[in-house]
């Protein structure tokens, strides 16, 4: 069945504890984005990656990092976190020649 | 920078009724896509429907149709025979050029509750 994979779907952290959100993809896409849902806002896109070692910034990067060491995976890192990072996380991953996003069940992260 | 708006946060319809949910979006590229997600309470982000800017006729999809009116950058949402299943968020998206994975933009969502 082809997925997009993210952990953990819920976390509760505190202020300054680093994390790592996972997220895989079994379709072989080349693209890959993560995105935040916060009410009245939206998605807004954090980071993408075109390709194996090839990342760039979103709209909103600012206190994300992110890696893209294989194809399948693109893990979404927050080394500091702070309570303005609490939100829902997806992962998604786009199917070329339609555009579409294959999201991820999302990640409902709470930073305290 | 592009921008969608959706101007309707909450909405309501009655069972088996058609209902229309609003979506603009400002750009100056020719050459794009839109699109409308689903939300349910799952949280599960669905596509529900695609469209190609460069194609004149409106997008279908079973309930599921579009009105796009390129010179006016709207791009309605039109839900027939609303089931009660339909009940979640919905997202008007925009993306640019062509189709290898550029950024979406995301518009506020629209509530929409299906009352039986």
């Known amino acids: 069945e082809a997925q997009v994979t993210q952990n953990p779907r819920y976390l509760i952290t505190v202020t300054g504890k680093k994390l790592t959100v996972t997220c895989s993809q079994n379709?072989?896409?080349?693209?890959m984005s993560w995105y935040r849902q916060d009410p009245g806002l939206g998605l807004r896109q954090i980071y993408y990656?075109?390709?194996?070692?090839?990342?760039d910034k979103g709209d909103v990067p600012e206190g994300y990092k992110v890696s893209r060491k294989e194809k399948r995976n693109f893990p979404l890192i927050l080394e500091s976190p702070s309570p303005n990072q609490t939100s829902l996380y997806f992962c998604?991953?786009?199917?070329?020649?339609?555009?579409?996003?294959?999201f991820g069940e999302g990640s409902r992260l709470t930073v305290l | 920078a592009q921008t969608v708006t959706q101007s309707q946060p909450e909405m309501s319809v009655q069972e088996a009724e058609t209902v229309t949910l609003s979506c603009t979006y400002d750009t100056s590229e020719n050459n794009y896509y839109l699109f409308w997600y689903k939300q349910p309470p799952s949280r599960q982000m669905i596509l529900v429907i695609r469209?190609?800017?460069?194609?004149?006729q409106n997008a279908t999809e079973n309930r599921f149709s579009v009105n796009f009116q390129k010179a006016a950058k709207s791009f309605s949402l039109k839900i027939s025979d609303s089931q009660l299943g339909d009940t979640a968020m919905y997202f008007c998206?925009?993306?640019?050029?062509?189709?290898?994975?550029?950024?979406?933009?995301f518009g506020e969502g629209t509530q929409l509750t299906v009352n039986p």
């Open positions: 998206a925009f993306m640019k050029g062509e189709t290898s994975g550029s950024r979406l933009t």
């Open positions: 379709m072989n896409h080349e693209y």
């Open positions: 998604a991953s786009t199917r070329q020649g339609t555009g579409e996003l294959f």
């Open positions: 469209q190609e800017a460069y194609k004149q």
């Open positions: 990656s075109m390709n194996v070692e090839v990342t």
